[in-house]
């Protein structure tokens, strides 16, 4: 029976990857999924399918045909309309949907084969290691903090026994210190690769509230991919207009600004907060910008390629900038890149992102040269 009932779960589980899959693009554009998030999972909300039948209703009546009504007689006449009727509470069950958990883990498996998303290659951070402890066997001697309890016991007792004086009726066995047993082990240093997402989003006046939902939609995906190719992995935020400062997650997507915006002053803040936490020997550092495309002048956006281009790119496995479409923005600083850099440079990525449907193609576009 528990085989059954294990086989039946991984059936389940392969019918609802399926759904997930099927609706992915629903799924990522829709925020509501965002907000039944847990600390390692997200709910699911999929159709209920039931099977059609019969509802009898309270009148007992003899057959077709009866009741009261002449030939030609329209089948409605008499029959409340819709929201024009009266009456008492139903008993029967209403229509639901079916909430199942799916964990991130295997949100993001999805993502990465519904995208085709090759997984990231390190940057080859060596130098940077994690100690782990292999036990290997058991010895007679050790810490009291590694006496391997079932081992120890066993010896008691074979000892017991060997000498008779172990009996059934009251079997207490005390170890002494021949019977005692210690694990062993051996240290093993494997490097390990952290990586750091730095987000940085324009918040200025053009920069309306679906643009800053397309920018939280499309960073929690980026977030739940990252997350299964890094063992550990640091976000920061970063929001600007003129000026440009550090805050928490929930600031950075709540934010309601307003003003110029000066592009270089998030670029010059995503530099020294590198410099002063993120070493570039030990960290794989990812860069996403997002904004409507409107920049102060042209000396600003000048500022701005020297940054990336002196700085920013060398140390980042990959700078991505997203262009979310505003009414209200003139989309020129993704014309200023492309021009700069040209649209097949090694470290820039760029996307633009008209609205949420584009978000899937983004996604794709930022992940899918696995850096």
Same mark, same amino acid.
């Given at each position: ?59 007992? +009546?003899?057959?077709? *045909?009866? @009741? $009261? #009504? /002449?030939? !030609? =007689?329209?089948?409605? %006449?008499? +029959?409340?309309?819709? *929201?024009? @009727? $009266? #009456? /008492?509470? !139903? =008993?029967?069950?209403? %229509? ?9 883990? /295997? ?265």
């Amino acid at each position: 029976m528990p085989m059954k009932m294990e086989s039946d779960l991984n059936r389940f589980r392969k019918i609802i990857k399926g759904k997930v899959k099927k609706e992915l693009r629903k799924f990522i554009s829709n925020g509501d999924l965002i907000g039944r998030q847990g600390k390692k999972q997200v709910t699911i909300p999929l159709p209920r399918i039931d099977i059609p039948k019969f509802q009898f209703g309270t009148d007992q +009546q003899g057959g077709v *045909g009866q @009741g $009261e #009504g /002449e030939p !030609g =007689d329209e089948v409605s %006449q008499g +029959q409340p309309q819709p *929201g024009e @009727g $009266e #009456g /008492e509470a !139903g =008993d029967q069950e209403g %229509q639901h949907t079916l909430e199942v958990d799916v964990t991130l883990e /295997e949100l993001a498996q999805i993502l990465g084969e519904e995208l085709e998303l090759p997984n990231i290659e390190n940057k080859g951070k060596k130098n940077v290691e994690d100690k782990h402890y292999k036990y290997t066997g058991i010895l007679r001697q050790g810490p009291e903090s590694l006496k391997h309890f079932r081992r120890t016991y066993k010896e008691a007792l074979k000892r017991s026994i060997s000498l008779g004086t172990y009996d059934p009726n009251d079997p207490v066995i005390v170890p002494i210190k021949e019977d005692k047993r210690y694990r062993s082990y051996k240290v093993i240093n494997e490097p390990i690769a952290n990586a750091v997402i730095l987000y940085m989003m324009d918040v200025s006046g053009s920069m309306g509230d679906e643009q800053k939902e397309v920018v939280r939609l499309t960073s929690f995906w980026l977030d739940t991919w990252l997350r299964t190719q890094y063992q550990g992995i640091e976000r920061r935020y970063i929001i600007h207009d003129a000026t440009a400062r550090e805050v928490d997650e929930d600031t950075f997507y709540r934010t309601k600004e307003s003003g110029g915006t000066l592009i270089s002053s998030a670029y010059k803040l995503a530099v020294k907060m590198i410099e002063e936490n993120f070493n570039p020997s030990e960290w794989n550092i990812y860069l996403f910008h997002f904004s409507d495309g409107d920049n102060w002048s042209g000396n600003d956006t000048a500022d701005c390629m020297k940054l990336l281009e002196s700085t920013l790119m060398p140390v980042s496995n990959a700078f991505c900038y997203g262009q979310v479409e505003s009414r209200y923005g003139s989309g020129q600083f993704l014309r200023d890149l492309h021009k700069h850099f040209g649209e097949s440079h090694e470290q820039l990525i760029t996307s633009q992102i008209k609205d949420r449907d584009a978000i899937v193609d983004a996604l794709k576009t930022f992940l899918g040269k696995g850096k």
